[in-house]
């Protein structure tokens, strides 16, 4: 999708493979190119939010292969071969996942702009299995800006989605 | 076109909803969000008491789901920035490095000869823009010369925009930026507002002072003087300021704005580029937050309006976090407050005297000061606000203008007079409370339930066992400090214009020019039109955010939730009065000689509110009269009649824990208490007013923009360094809706939540603070050095 050939071929484009929500995709990008930007731009995944760009707020958080990172802070070129997971690929075609579900139960947001983030974050603390009281759910997302201050329902729907996921992983 | 169709079993107690988006979102075809069927809806009994202004209440008041909240957790809701259009265009702000002076000269050339380059534009190469303030003046711009991107070389504050690059790739534009080279003529420059103290001039008087609150405080038997110091804050939304504009062809734009105010944006937009109204669409359908920092027209939407005027395209401007600190912030503020009081403990004096910032160019100001008099009951009340200007963008609101400040200030204040007096800080306020606004005539409250506020909140937190000594409580090694404090707000209005459209088969499209700025306005909105309609929930679309839609303020002040809600209950009774127009000629209809008092709508039908055996269809009366639709659309504005005056009130208490060795502060438990008339949605207003608290402690413990004043450049211009709460930071918050009545307000009795969650928490952390420690710290934010000193 890159719309100038020009700058993509003076720019030593670099061929990469990922898996975005389990489709195969085939870039070719500039070497400084971030995840987070060729998901917003090339792919037209606009889930996954950029509020600083500098890995202060949390809100461009996605799984790569199942861990949480901050994609503002990744390059693409660094994640060749990986397994991406945005906002957009999290719950099987049309439905919720159970933190989605919990997020919009418990009001875990407002404006809605950190809520992908907080999402993803949620699922890739879930998958660390690290948190099990409110404390730890806190501590460990506070990587994870709301600058609306959704936080103790962040923590009430993420306890509910882990208590969902754990009946019926 | 997106359609979400997950199931969402609901919670108890709970309407639970989806929403769906409808329309090619990236054309700008954004559709309206829907509430869908997942529920079904509970039968309206007819009331055949009730009033006919006032719709049958069945959603209103009942916790909701947000209507959009589908949209929200599946990545499908778009902001600004994410419009994506083929052949966009991305632009880069060049920013002033430099307080004060003028740009020498501007070298673009190595900027330029990046590949995907397209052009770099300063004030010297640029389209046309208008040349008088009038055209640069937004809605609600304050007194002065507003400020006009790239309009020519003055530097006015460090961060200003002096050059835009447009490159066809986001990173080359960034790269480019930073090979553009300006040179400058450099002035010298003050942005410390202690150092421009003595140079603040005195603005007209807030509200008529009352009595000789001099000589009272002189005479009183019990005296507290003190002064309160705020920094400045920037607000922070998550989303960065941003605008797309797709050039449509012709002329003719489409501006995708992060923005509290649509048509504010068109209008000023229009008369900048001296366009013609129907030229320009303006569309923000999600907004990620903006606590007042989108009620003005920010620069980016100038500059990414001339980019793609000059180039033909469309462009999309975004700024950096960093540049966000460029725009507007809440002033920073020195407050002195004299308190006299009688041993008894009821007031006899309040001064309350106001400096707050604001550019060299602008004179934004609001009324700290007048807040203490409308408070508490003093025969002897005295305001002074004054004003100095610093080489800084123009301050601006930022959420609870005024009152958040002014009250910080006198509640810190009342809490020293209590300790004064040694009475307990709730005593105080219930010896000190007032029934009348003495500001404004000494008129009563249409309504106003603080004292019950006070009760219930102090029940809930245990207040009645604190003891009174600070230092006195203590959990292991930390100090245990309780305290709390008052808040209170306005309870505005403003006129509004809503649109709806009911066809037959019992579907209505509410549409407005407002925003949702996370507040919840599409899903109330929802709700107040389904009881007045007399329909399922699920079968009400909300329109929003569009410039073309019926016409709306800006959104802030704490306003929308009333002005549209009894705007929509205006446009349903004209609804109904079309639909008993018609449903007079169905044969033998039950309704020949009714008026229109006399019928309401319920489940989709006409009904009798003297006989709710009779009743019709909508479906049938529309068949009847030969329409498959009626469509209304009506304005509404608000008589005060000058003889209530109109507040929100809350009450907050505090729980601080504070490390003794380390004075690390952590708030425990904070309970609020809000009467602000009628809950529209308990489930949204909860999170509204919580998030207010959270803003509290940031305020009390953690925000500060801090400048360098040598360079007149922010240090902290990131949201690493500039400290928002987060997670860790927010323990037990409770939120308590005290019922209150209130019939004078408006029809609906709403009074709006957005800013009284804040107003008042900072004092109340402040207070427990100094319970806690002994310490009494009259400088935000309450940092653990200042404890230390
Ligand atoms: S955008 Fe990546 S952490 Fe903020
Ligand atoms: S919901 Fe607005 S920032 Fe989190």
Redesign the pocket.
Known sequence: MTQNNTVAKTRNNISVALVVNGTGQRFSVAPWTTLLDALRDQLDLTGTKKGCDHGQCG?CTVLVDGRRVNSCLTLVVMKDGAEVTTIEGLAPSGGLHPLQQAFIDHD????????PG?ICSAAGLIAEGKAKTDDEIRELMSGN??????YPNIVAAIRQAMSVMVEKP | MAQFTAPCPPREGDISRRSVLQGAVALGALGPVRAADVVPHAAIAVDHKSQVSKPMTSYIGTATSRIDGHA?VTGGAKYAAEFNVPGLVHAFVVASTIAKGRILRIDASEALRVEGVIDVLTHEKRPRMADTDQAYKDDVAPEGTPFRPLYDGRILFNGQPVALVLAERWEIARLAASLVHVEYEQEAHVTDPYRQREAAFVLPEPAKSRGNAAEAFAAADVRHQGEYHVPIEHHN???PFASTVTWDGGGKLTVYDKTQGVQNVQRYVCSIFDMNPDDVRVVSPFV??AFGSGLRPQYQVVLAVLAARALERSVRLVLTRQQMYSLGYRPAMIQRIELGATTGGTLNAITHDAITVTSQYEDFYRNETTWSGLLYKSANAQYTHKLTRLDLPTSCDMRGPSATTGVYALESAMDELAVALSLDPLELRLRCYSDRDQNNGDVPFSSKNLRECYRQGAEMFGWEKRNREPRSMRDGSELVGWGMATGVWEALQVPITVRIKLTANGHAEVACATSDI?TGTYTIMAQVAADALGLPLDNISIKLGDSTLPQSPVEGGSWIAASVSNGIVTTSNAIREELLRLAKRVPDSPFANATSDEVALADGRLVSRLDASRAISIADVMRVGAVDRIEQEKSTSFANDGKHAHNAHSALFAEVKVDEQLSVIRVTRIVSAVAAGRILNPKTAHSQVMGGVVWGIGMALHEETLIDHKFGRIMNANIAEYHVPVNADVHDIKVIFVEEQDHIVNPLGIKGLGEIGLVGVAAAIANAIYHATGKRVRDLPITLDKLQR
């Open positions: 809100a875990a947001f407002q404006c809605g702009y950190c809520t907080q800006l709301c600058r609306c201050a959704a | 929200k939304p998550m989303e990620g937050g996370g």
